[in-house]
């Protein structure tokens, strides 16, 4: 069984900055693609960016291009989200999902809460 956990997260003023990061335990063999999602209250959970195995391939949501970035270290199993220039709009639970190889499924952590508000 493979673990993902998400930290990070907290409450920030507009203009501020958070770094998320999310780390995958447990049976791993392999991980592939990497990514951030959020939910916000009401609305559906979106895709905020993604990374491949190698980090060649990089997408984000044009809502946070410039202001977010995703980075991961495949020795520790982690990846991160360094979101800058925080508007009240990325107020959203934040979560984490990998795709493990070795049993061919993804998984998602439990979220980590970011809120910008003054």
């Known amino acids: 069984q493979v673990q993902v956990v998400e930290s990070g997260g907290g409450l920030v003023q507009p203009g501020g900055s958070l770094r998320l990061s999310c780390a995958a335990s447990?049976?791993?063999?392999?991980?592939?693609?990497m990514g951030w999602y959020r939910q916000a209250p009401g609305k559906q959970r979106e895709l905020v960016a993604s990374i491949s195995t190698y980090g060649s391939n990089i997408n984000y949501a044009d809502s946070v291009k410039g202001r977010f970035t995703i980075s991961r270290d495949n020795v520790k199993r982690t990846v991160y989200l360094q979101m800058n220039s925080l508007k009240p709009d990325d107020t959203a639970v934040y979560y984490c999902?990998?795709?493990?190889?070795?049993?061919?499924?993804?998984?998602w952590g439990q979220g980590t809460q970011v809120t910008v508000s003054s």
């Open positions: 447990g049976t791993v063999f392999s991980i592939g693609n």
């Open positions: 999902n990998i795709w493990e190889s070795g049993s061919g499924r993804d998984y």
